[in-house]
């Protein structure tokens, strides 16, 4: 059975702070896709990034990073140059590829950012 | 691109009462779409796979008597919830799976806020 796992359930940092997002998956497969969504206190889950299980190359984007690491089983996500924009609970998720076409994302519990003015 | 769409956001209803919740893929096809429940402050939890012109796959635990889903074509899925108690409050979320491109990600559209009174 697959689980993720997201130990930090509140952090909170003044703006312009570097943070990051701890997450650790479990999962049987060897073939998976591992992703980040933020969902802002209007309810919407919006991606962020999908990475699959093959490709361990960490990522960048603008203020946003990633580190994949199939060592530990983590994939991290670290904010750089915070803004109070970025408050928001972030979830990470795994899916298998055991079911082609119709993977079945599992979330873990969510981490609260808030961002300090 | 990959937008999709909730339609209520927010609906009060008695108890008792049959509610309908629609979601829509507006610039794509979706031949799966999922079905999530969200209690506050957790983590979203997987109800149902909806797949277009076949019967849904419902999650363990999930009475599918009770959340009737309907999957008619490739833009749009409904939830209905059937002879709705307080305890069917909750925030439902959609999510269409985009195949197309590089991705193959879940989108997930802004929720659903159901209070039963």
């Known amino acids: 059975a697959q689980k993720v796992t997201q130990a930090q359930t509140e952090i909170s940092v003044v703006e312009k702070e570097d943070v990051t997002l701890d997450c650790v998956y479990e999962?049987?497969?060897?073939?998976?896709?591992l992703f980040w969504y933020k969902q802002p206190p209007s309810g919407e889950l919006v991606f962020l990034i999908r990475?699959?299980?093959?490709?361990?190359q960490n990522e960048i984007s603008g203020r946003y990073s990633w580190n994949f690491q199939k060592s530990t089983s983590s994939f991290n996500f670290t904010i750089t140059a915070s803004q109070v924009v970025d408050s928001a609970v972030y979830f990470c998720?795994?899916?298998?590829?055991?079911?082609?076409?119709?993977?079945?994302?599992?979330f873990g519990t969510g981490t609260r950012l808030t961002i300090i003015p | 691109g990959a937008v999709v769409s909730q339609h209520p956001s927010r609906v009060i209803c008695k108890s008792g009462t049959s509610v309908k919740i629609e979601c829509r893929s507006l610039d794509f096809q979706a031949t799966t779409m999922f079905w999530y429940r969200q209690f506050p402050k957790k983590s979203l939890m997987l109800m149902a796979t909806?797949?277009?012109?076949?019967?849904?796959?419902?999650e363990q635990g999930v009475e599918k008597d009770k959340f009737l889903i309907n999957h008619a074509s490739l833009t749009l899925s409904t939830l209905t919830v059937t002879s709705a108690h307080p305890e069917d409050s909750s925030f439902y979320i959609c999510?269409?799976?985009?195949?197309?491109?590089?991705?193959?990600?879940?989108?997930f559209g802004p929720g659903t806020r159901l209070t039963v009174l």
């Open positions: 909806s797949n277009e012109g076949s019967k849904a796959t419902y």
């Open positions: 999962t049987r497969d060897t073939t998976y896709y």
């Open positions: 999510s269409a799976r985009d195949p197309t491109g590089y991705t193959d990600t879940q989108y």
């Open positions: 990475r699959n299980s093959f490709d361990e």
């Open positions: 998720a795994l899916s298998e590829d055991e079911n082609f076409g119709n993977e079945k994302l599992t």
